[in-house]
C-alpha cells in the first residue's frame, strides 16, 4: 500500500522533479549539437562534478561497505568519456573560436540513465517501499545511486579534461605557428634591407 506524504512533500518532490527535468532537457540538447567551447565551461564542469562528488561520498563514508560503488562507477564513467572524446568532432575556427560536437547517443543514453534513477526514487518512496532507503541521505548512500552518480562523474570530469587539454594544444600549435609566422617575416624584412643596402 502507498505510503501517505504531506501536501509540502508532495510540493517538494514535484518542485524537485520539475528542477531535473529541466536539467535534463538542457543537457539533451547540449549533447545533440555543435556546442562552443568557453573559456570556462570545462574548468567549472570539473570544479562542480568535484564537490558533488564529495557530497556524494560524505554520508556514505559510514557505510564503507557501499562505498565502492562510487569509485567502480566512476572509473566505469572515465572509460566512457575517453570513448566520447574519441567519437567527438573538434573545429577551431579562426575568429571565431573553439568548437565541439559530442557523440549525442552516449550523453543522451547517460542522461536517460540519471532521469531513470530518480525516477525509480520516486517509485520507491510513493510505493512505500520499506526496504528502499529513506530520506536523503539514504538515497546518497543506495550502492544504486552511487554507481549510477559515479558513472555521470567520471563521464563528464574526464570529458571536461578531454576538452580543457584539447583546447590547450590547439593554442600552443597557434602560438607556435604565430610565432614561426613573426619570424619568418622578421627574416624577410632582414633579407630585403640586406638587399636594398
Known amino acids: 500500500m502507498a505510503a501517505m506524504h504531506s501536501l509540502p512533500e508532495t510540493f517538494g518532490f514535484a518542485g524537485v522533479a520539475a528542477l531535473v527535468a529541466w536539467r535534463v532537457y538542457a543537457r539533451i540538447r547540449r549533447m545533440v549539437g555543435r556546442q562552443r567551447l568557453s573559456r570556462y565551461r570545462a574548468p567549472i564542469t570539473l570544479g562542480i562534478y568535484a564537490l558533488l562528488l564529495v557530497l556524494v561520498a560524505l554520508p556514505s563514508l559510514s557505510h564503507p561497505e557501499r562505498l565502492w560503488w562510487l569509485p567502480a562507477g566512476l572509473a566505469c564513467g572515465v572509460a566512457l568519456g575517453v570513448f566520447g ?25 547517460l542522461s536517460l540513465l540519471f532521469v531513470a534513477r530518480i525516477a525509480y526514487r520516486i517509485y520507491e518512496v510513493y510505493a512505500g517501499d520499506l526496504a528502499a532507503p529513506h530520506g536523503t541521505v539514504g538515497f546518497a548512500q543506495s550502492p544504486l545511486t552511487l554507481a549510477v552518480f559515479g558513472l555521470l562523474a567520471g563521464y563528464y570530469i574526464s570529458y571536461a579534461a578531454g576538452l580543457l587539454r584539447w ?3 590547439v593554442l600552443r600549435a597557434k602560438r607556435a605557428n604565430d610565432k614561426q609566422a613573426r ?6 624584412k632582414r633579407e630585403r634591407e640586406q638587399q636594398a643596402t
Request: aromatic content about 12%; proline content about 3%; glycine content about 12%.
Open 85 to 109: 572524446l574519441r567519437h567527438t568532432r573538434f573545429e577551431a575556427v579562426r575568429g571565431e573560436g573553439f568548437f565541439y560536437t559530442p557523440n549525442a547517443h552516449l550523453g543522451i543514453g
Open 183 to 188: 619570424d619568418r617575416q622578421a627574416h624577410d
Open 167 to 169: 583546447r590547450a594544444r
